[in-house]
């Protein structure tokens, strides 16, 4: 297997000249913008007002308000890297091109990451835009805000990055768009959360190494939910270190991309 | 042609044993033939015989179960920069809706590490510069037909591979690609293109490679598969039965159909006519029925209930 540079530009081209990946940017940005709104809602003593996040939990919050557009759309962007090729049969021409199908899973691993990435720095720049000004209408500090790029910025990016991997592999499992699709968002939004309740709260077992949580992990533990975020910290205190949560991540997202290519990738094309 | 003709390097592609199993169903069995430069080799069969899982087993899309396939003596995955070498066009189906023709032929150059200049002048060999910019999603089947075949010639490769090229075209359509493939070969390049209709390629090929069910059936020159189609004589008499003993005893081939109809089949009016006459039959009608390619096609990949050996023509 060898990265070829000119088919992971095949494959960010591939991107670019289809909706669906902009529709994932679209998507991103606009749970974006729903995660800087919720920032700025906060509560005391029952009551919930709009308001400037002053505390490190609540500027982690709007900081990392990419956090639900990672864990829902970069897995999607890896599933439709794989799975659009199936749906539409440009996998053959992708083949007939190069042969070597290692050679293309791993530049579609590439892309998919490159891709998420500009999700990510497309999230960010939301941000910025709409976050900032935000938090001066309201009387906030900027400066406050910018002392959580570093604990925030870096983990997060690398989640977008890493899910993006995580939902390659899914992608190249199941081959199925729309299964692809589902399975993704079951897994992260309904599955994962019924697994954390069940083996998480009530067994007692260690459930931080699944895809969401290693992702809490990685991004500063800005999952937070409720108004002022009060258990960010909290879950930030229980989750993996930073570099477990990516490492937990790195196998999930290889480890379904390797099991994939095994299994279904080297498959007939028919 | 708007190209300029001029010597190409194509390869030989070899079949050897080749053999698909899915399960219980054998697709290909024992498939052995050879396809040479310079020629275009028409691989014919009806439906379902095994030539579309041929050419993705050769394009290293399927594995096979047996047996192995080449082009230019090497398998096409240890091709270096196979598009250069190798065109293919496989089906009408594989793009994606959205993209625009232009922007699915700039996908194909990038993985292929095709220049971009070369675009513009496939688009316009195939007659697709207007429609270049438009979303093949809103092409017709013969424009994404068009457009496989932009695709195939990008990297100006000396193998052509095409699958059923001609669905979707409409005549002037399927006598523009007859000419194009004529003029591809002429300049020296390997052409292989499957069909299911002879009679369409009757015309373009200049070997055939016949397969039924898996199995070969014919493989040769085109003007040796004319060469033994045969003609009948139809002959409309009241001596019916008479005129079938008189034609049997002569080593003709006689066919009853009908009250009063008789079809002997290899004889001419050369020979049958003097025959009638000798014996005083009477004749109401005389008519030469030449058997048709189709109907040696038909004949040829119809009547394989018993495993019968291929048929190896004479070498050119």
Redesign the interface.
């Known amino acids: 297997m060898t990265f070829t540079p000119?088919?992971v530009?095949?494959e960010l081209?591939?991107f670019r000249?289809?909706?669906g990946a902009w529709v994932c940017v679209a998507v991103v940005l606009l749970l974006t913008g729903l995660g800087i709104t919720t920032s700025f809602i906060n509560g005391s003593n029952g009551v919930v007002h709009f308001s400037a996040p002053t505390t490190v939990v609540g500027l982690r919050r709007l900081m990392g308000a990419g956090y639900t557009a990672a864990i829902v759309m970069a897995p999607v962007v890896g599933v439709l890297s794989i799975t659009?090729e199936y749906r539409?049969?440009?996998l053959?021409?992708?083949?007939?091109?190069?042969?070597?199908r290692a050679d293309v899973l791993s530049a579609k691993v590439l892309a998919s990451a490159l891709w998420a990435l500009f999700m990510g720095v497309a999230s960010f720049a939301m941000i910025g835009a709409m976050g900032i000004p935000l938090l001066v209408a309201e009387g906030g500090s900027v400066a406050a805000l910018l002392h959580q790029v570093g604990p925030v910025l870096p983990g997060m990016l690398a989640a977008y990055v890493l899910l993006a991997v995580y939902g390659m592999g899914i992608g190249t499992l199941v081959r199925n768009q729309i299964a692809g699709v589902i399975i993704a968002l079951g897994l992260t939004l309904v599955l994962e959360p019924i697994v954390v309740a069940i083996f998480g709260s009530l067994a007692h077992m260690d459930v931080n190494f699944l895809p969401t949580r290693a992702t809490e992990a990685i991004a500063g533990g800005v999952a937070a939910r409720g108004p002022g975020g009060a258990s960010a910290v909290t879950t930030a205190h229980v989750l993996l270190s930073w570099w477990l949560g990516a490492i937990a991540l790195v196998i999930w997202g290889v480890g379904t991309a390797v099991v994939g290519y095994f299994t279904t990738f080297r498959r007939?094309?028919? | 042609m708007p190209t300029v003709s001029r010597p190409v390097r194509g390869a030989t592609v070899e079949v050897r044993g080749l053999t698909k199993r899915f399960g219980s169903l054998t697709a290909i069995d024992d498939l052995s033939f050879t396809v040479e430069p310079g020629r275009v080799t028409g691989f014919l069969g009806p439906n379902g015989a095994g030539k579309t899982t041929t050419l993705?087993i050769l394009?290293?899309?399927?594995?096979a179960t047996s047996g192995t396939c080449s082009i230019g003596g090497r398998r096409?995955?240890d091709i270096p920069e196979?598009?250069r070498q190798?065109g293919?066009v496989?089906?009408a189906?594989?793009?994606?809706?959205?993209?625009?023709a232009r922007?699915h032929l700039?996908?194909?150059a990038?993985?292929?590490?095709i220049e971009i200049s070369r675009i513009d002048p496939m688009l316009e060999l195939v007659g697709l510069t207007a429609d270049a910019r438009r979303k093949v999603g809103g092409y017709s089947l013969g424009m994404r037909q068009r457009l496989q075949l932009a695709?195939a010639l990008l990297g100006d490769p000396g193998v052509l591979i095409l699958d059923e090229p001609s669905n979707g075209l409409d005549p002037q359509g399927i006598a523009w690609l007859r000419d194009l493939l004529r003029h591809l070969a002429a300049e020296g390049r390997t052409v292989l293109v499957s069909s299911h209709v002879l009679a369409e390629m009757a015309q373009t090929v200049d070997d055939v490679v016949i397969v039924s069910r898996g199995r070969l059936r014919v493989q040769g020159p085109l003007s040796l598969l004319t060469s033994r189609s045969r003609s009948s004589m139809r002959v409309r008499t009241p001596e019916r039965d008479r005129l079938a003993a008189v034609a049997h005893d002569a080593g003709l081939a006689p066919r009853p159909v009908g009250e009063d109809v008789l079809f002997v089949d290899g004889a001419t009016p050369e020979t049958l006519g003097p025959l009638i006459a000798s014996n005083g039959i009477v004749v109401y009608e005389l008519v030469q029925v030449n058997q048709d390619l189709e109907s040696l096609f038909l004949e040829l990949t119809t009547s394989m209930t018993a495993r019968r050996p291929p048929v190896e023509m004479a070498a050119r």
């Not at chain 1, 053959?92 to 070597?100: F, G, N, Y």
């Not at chain 2, 189906?93 to 625009?100: D, G, Q, V, Y």
């Not at chain 2, 990038?110 to 590490?113: C, D, K, L, Q, V």
């Open positions: 000119r088919l530009r095949a081209f591939k000249t289809t909706p659009t539409h049969r440009v053959t021409s992708t083949l007939l091109a190069h042969p070597r007939d094309i028919t | 993705r394009l290293d899309l399927a594995s096409y995955r196979p598009a190798v293919a496989l089906e189906t594989n793009f994606h809706p959205s993209r625009r922007a700039e996908m194909l990038i993985e292929s590490g695709g």
